[in-house]
């Protein structure tokens, strides 16, 4: 792993149907140079990391996402993974933006 990356702001969130059940969508954010870094696992049948170059892009990459990705567990249907999954990456680009 870079030197770099490890001294980059970083912001994880997680979610789940019960508290401490597992994990529905699972995301960690980082500032880099040239915007943000999003890696979600949990809600996706493999992780995916997304590149943004502003916080504006962070919902339509999410989008992008294609649907066979999500998945419906008895953790959580797919669609409300893709949801909950859009409104994390939406607060950590937000709170990643702040500084």
């Known amino acids: 792993m870079p030197a770099a990356a490890l001294r980059q702001h970083v912001v994880f969130r997680r979610i789940s149907q019960a508290p401490q059940g597992r994990s529905g969508a699972l995301l960690i954010g980082r500032a880099t140079e040239t915007g ?39 953790h959580g249907e797919a669609d409300w993974r893709q949801h909950v999954t859009t409104l994390l990456a939406q607060d950590i680009i937000a709170e990643l933006a702040k500084d």
């Open 36 to 74: 943000y870094v999003l890696a979600i696992t949990a809600a996706t049948d493999r992780p995916i990391l997304i590149g943004l170059g502003s916080p504006g892009a962070t919902q339509p990459a999410v989008n992008g996402i294609p649907q066979q990705r999500w998945y419906t567990d008895p």
